[in-house]
């Protein structure tokens, strides 16, 4: 507590109730340590690395397991999260609350009970990250609750109950992502605006776009989506009409959720299309006028 410059580095901790926890701290560095617990219940456990009211800290190639959250920060500005892999604990991989300036990059975050919660921040940067294989009936890989002028760029989405889930979000730009094998690849309130969409890559989702409004104030734009089924007479890679990524059927499962049950049914198929041609229900300005006939390469 109260201190600068300390380094904790190289160390195992092993069925902790709180690995290492800074209050009120800077200029310091947690690396390259192995933290591992096992419970079973929230409330038998704390978290693997807890930073509060903390400046300029440097979170670097730890593994942490098993606790409540991976990593919590809390009023904790001007900080790095960097190559890190927080996997299997029970409530986030990584938890970011009233956390201005931050960067995280190049991070997993694997079978949590949820992949990463940023709420009530401003100037996030989230790059080349790994969200995967985080399941449940409220789980995701990433919930953005009130944030705003952020960035969301070159991270993978894999195999998620929901990929991003946004509440409140304005002013961020999602840029070069890949969503793959995801029940919604981003599901995305009505009370998000100004936010940009682009050069990203939908693959195999069920749901690519899930919204519960009928305005929709944000930008989408050449992005390649796997469910594209327009053309391309100019062969410059661009589709030469508009595609919708939000489907009839995604707003019906957001108003009555036991629907999903009627999924790849007949009649779903037959309501999908016939809104294809008269859109009635999704967003009207919800499109991607300049979708990628291809898929942007990441190598």
Excluded at 66 to 95: A, M, Q
Excluded at 174 to 194: L, V, W
Aim: proline share 2%.
């Amino acid at each position: 507590m109260d201190s600068k410059y300390i380094t904790i580095a190289g160390n195992r901790f092993l069925s902790t109730f709180f690995g290492i926890h800074f209050s009120n701290s800077s200029l310091s560095t947690v690396e390259n340590n192995q933290l591992h617990a096992s419970a079973v219940a929230e409330y038998e456990i704390g978290n693997g690395i807890h930073m509060w009211k903390c400046d300029k800290i440097t979170i670097h190639n730890n593994e942490i397991s098993g606790h409540r959250d991976g990593i919590y920060f809390e009023f904790v500005t001007n900080s790095f999260i960097t190559n890190n892999i927080s996997k299997g604990n029970i409530r986030y991989g990584l938890h970011f609350m009233f956390s201005h300036n931050d960067e995280y990059r190049e991070n997993s975050f694997i079978d949590n009970g949820a992949g990463v919660a940023v709420m009530y921040t401003k100037n996030v940067r989230m790059y080349n990250n790994t969200f995967e294989r985080n399941w449940g009936g409220a789980s995701y890989g990433m919930l953005l609750k009130d944030i705003r002028d952020s960035q969301v760029v070159n991270n993978h989405f894999i195999r998620n109950t929901v990929g991003i889930h946004m509440e409140g979000v304005s002013r961020t730009n999602f840029e070069s992502n890949d969503y793959s094998g995801n029940g919604y690849a981003i599901r995305m309130q009505a009370s998000c605006d100004e936010n940009i969409f682009i050069h990203n890559n939908f693959s195999s989702n069920t749901f690519d776009f899930a919204t519960n409004g009928t305005m929709v104030l944000n930008k989408i734009d050449s992005n390649y989506w796997d469910r594209y089924q327009g053309y391309d007479l100019n062969k410059d890679g661009t589709g030469d009409v508009p595609f919708r990524p939000v489907n009839i059927y995604s707003m019906i499962v957001e108003r009555i959720p036991a629907a999903v049950l009627l999924w790849r049914s007949f009649l779903v198929m037959l309501m999908d299309r016939a809104e294809k041609v008269i859109p009635v229900v999704t967003p009207e300005n919800l499109k991607d006028n300049s979708p990628s006939m291809k898929p942007y390469d990441r190598t």
